[in-house]
């Protein structure tokens, strides 16, 4: 299967220097790309960013599959 395009969001707890707090839920990275590729590379890109941020937890995916235009 071929993805055209990618979105990660990696969320975490952040540190907070002002308030000396930590912040749950922050945007840590964001990862995407509109270069298609293969979804099995795809997975090998999700295991790596999830096993270098330490984020294999609570996962989710929105994934919009659109039907080819036969004009």
């Known amino acids: 299967m071929y993805i055209d395009k990618y979105k990660v969001e990696i969320k975490g707890t952040k540190y907070h220097e ?33 096993d270098s941020h330490q984020a294999n937890y609570n996962i989710s995916f929105n994934i919009v599959m659109k039907q080819h235009d036969h004009d």
Do not use: F, V, W
Not at 21 to 41: C, P, R, V
């Open 18 to 50: 002002k308030t000396d707090k930590q912040m749950k839920d922050q945007l840590l990275a964001t990862y995407e790309s509109n270069d298609g590729m293969n979804i099995k590379a795809l997975t090998n890109i999700l295991e790596e960013l999830a």
